[in-house]
């Protein structure tokens, strides 16, 4: 039943390797997986319509899947990230605006 993950909730978890994260999410609010170091892959579920500022701060993310909606980002969401972030290629909520950089470097497929 978890709708949202709190600010810091992972923060320096260094040795986070895999989170699934529930199906009935709506928001991950800031700074939230920063600094985990480990965590290379997230799947970011449909529901999801915010990410926060810094969420992935200087984390080990490389892979982002998104299976929903574009959620709104904020502009430092990925800061110090760099990551290839796949989102469903028929919706149509993802427009060339919507993916940016957010800070790092994410190449959209």
Not at 1 to 24: E, H, M, W
Not at 87 to 107: F, H, L
């Amino acid at each position: 039943n978890v709708q949202i993950i709190g600010a810091s909730a992972f923060a320096d978890c260094t040795n986070l390797k895999r989170v699934d994260l529930p199906a009935g999410l709506t928001m991950i609010d800031g700074l939230a997986f920063a600094r985990c170091e480990s965590i290379e892959t997230l799947v970011i579920p449909a529901g999801v319509s915010t990410l926060s500022y810094n969420v992935f701060d200087n984390s080990g993310l490389r892979e982002i899947v998104f299976e929903g909606d574009a959620p709104q980002f904020d502009e430092h969401t990925f800061h110090a990230v760099t990551a290839t972030a796949y989102y469903p290629e028929a919706n149509k909520t993802w427009t060339s605006a919507v993916m940016q950089n957010y800070g790092g470097r994410i190449a959209w497929e």
